[in-house]
């Protein structure tokens, strides 16, 4: 799942290709365009024939979906393909298992409800008696979901939370339980780790929506910068408290926000930690619109149903053009704010604050 992740073998893919012949439900044109793509990208490479004519409409899907493919090397393509026909076959047979008429819900997450239908995958942040605070395990699943989501035939993806935050950030308790080697290898492994979390937004390759349904804060909020729209309800704030966590700023923020804002207004909020309301947050550019508590769900979900019936290809390809020169940045970017945090969470002002937050004697 992590960028560590082992390469499929020859084997592997030769035993992918012969399960897609196995599959008992057609996975549908979308699926099989990228099935297709991937097998042509891992046997042939780039995709260098002339394209077909407009009208050879079957043809032309196909050459398309190579194409866009670019130069994804022949190994990257292979895992790919193995990692879309395992995501395929793991569906069906939790599909076959659910109760007729329900939506398919993707199960294995401890705290997370996955869910598809309408062509939206929506992943939910669902421990909310801890305000949805990110544990280490979380990352992993949101890891895991945003991958598969990225290969799954949904056109939109969603990010929500459940109850009345969104996210509360951080589990500040994720630095309490030190391995055998010491702060120093906490400190390395968390770095390592929040690059490859926030890699996956940055590559996110299809439309990413994020359903503010409540306050965020920490790293809830730094990552909006990496979303293609935001919607909040208006009980929503957005709080970057670093300064107080002794923290450095993470997600990308450190790009995104000045921006996104202007380096002043991200200044106060990544430096100070002013905490923005929804309103203020959708004038500075962090959010796209902003609804009334009490019609937010309904309003924002019609919407979102409406654009997942849009053609997913041109939605793909728009944000590709609208990101992909950002992308190197990004990551060199999110090398840089790991590298930095690496040294905080070792620093005493960042032991301190987390053990006074942790011994309720200071609340944000
Ligand atoms: C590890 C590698 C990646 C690192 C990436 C770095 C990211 C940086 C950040 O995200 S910084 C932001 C960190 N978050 C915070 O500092 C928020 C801390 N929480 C609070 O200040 C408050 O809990 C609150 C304002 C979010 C909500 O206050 P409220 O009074 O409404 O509710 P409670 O405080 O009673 O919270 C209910 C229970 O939830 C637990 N909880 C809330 N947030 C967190 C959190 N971030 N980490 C751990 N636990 C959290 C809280 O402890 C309560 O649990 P309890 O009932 O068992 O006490």
Redesign the pocket.
Known sequence: VSGTAMRASQEDFENAMNQVKLLKKDPGNEVKLKLYALYKQATEGPCSIPKPGVFDLTNKAKWDAWNVLGNLPKETARQNYVDLVSSLTSSSKSSSQAKPGADRERQGYENLVVTSEDGITKIMLNRP???N?IS?QM?HEIMLALKTASKDDSTITVLTGNGD?YC???????FTDIPAGGVEEKAKN?AL??RD?VGCFIDFPKPLIAVVNG?A????VTTLGLFDVVYASDKATFHT??GH?G?SP?GCSSYTFPKIMGPAKAAEMLIFGKKLTAREACAQGLVTEVFPDSIFQKEVWTRLKAYSKLPPNAMRVSKQVIRNTEKEKLHAVNAEECRV?RERWMSDECINAAMN?LSRRA??
């Open positions: 008696i801890k305000k605070a280490t990352y935050y509360s950030g951080n589990d500040l308790t994720n968390s780790m929040l979390f306050p804060v920490g790293i809830g408290p670093f966590l923290l993470e945090l937050f609340k944000l």
